[in-house]
């Protein structure tokens, strides 16, 4: 099994680029994701979303960044932060797919692959003790769960998905109901 420390000390980071220019900064930027101190791991969210995502926008370093945040979320050793997390991964995929449109957009290419690759780390915390996380967990699952290659999953995060359903708002609970029932018919 791949750890957070393989993905860090594995990927060559030097090579990429995040909305700043040369990545060689983020193993020590990203590392706090893992039980970091509270002050820490902020600034470790602040990068994931100004450096890997800002504005919407994808990097060649956003791909590796998010296999890392998926080792965190599943890695035993984390018992904060999960909600924020999820919610980041959820906007790279959000990001990745609103970007399938356009031509010449590796990064967001890269990323939209790896969806279902990332899915699981998702599908681990649908029912997550703390309400916020099962929340983030769920919206992330929505979000990828549109995209080829995770339709077998659909059918054992629907209930997940439904339950709890009063924890979102009125419109995501309705676009839950929708994703359901069409996948139930097969859409």
């Not at 649908?126 to 339709?151: F, S």
Request: aromatic share 6%.
């Amino acid at each position: 099994m791949t750890t957070p420390e393989d993905i860090l000390a594995g990927t060559a980071w030097a090579e990429l680029e995040h909305a700043y220019g040369p990545a060689d900064d983020l193993p020590a930027l990203l590392k706090p994701l893992l039980n970091g101190d509270p002050g820490d791991f902020a600034a470790a969210m602040h990068t994931l979303a100004w450096n890997l995502n800002h504005q919407g926008t994808l990097y060649s370093a956003t791909l590796p960044a998010t296999r890392y945040v998926a080792a965190v979320l599943t890695d035993p050793r984390t018992k904060a932060g999960k909600a924020a997390m999820l919610s980041w991964l959820d906007s790279v995929a959000g990001s990745a797919i609103e970007f399938e449109e356009f031509e010449n957009e590796p990064d967001a290419d890269a990323c939209r692959a790896e969806i279902p690759a990332l899915y699981p780390a998702v599908a681990a915390n649908l029912e997550h003790a703390n309400p916020i996380v099962r929340v983030a967990a769920r919206r992330a699952a929505l979000t990828m769960l549109y995209r080829p290659g995770l339709e077998a999953e659909r059918r054992a995060a629907a209930p997940h998905l439904l339950a709890e359903i009063d924890l979102l708002t009125e419109a995501e609970q309705s676009v839950v109901r929708d994703a359901v029932r069409a996948w139930e018919s097969g859409a």
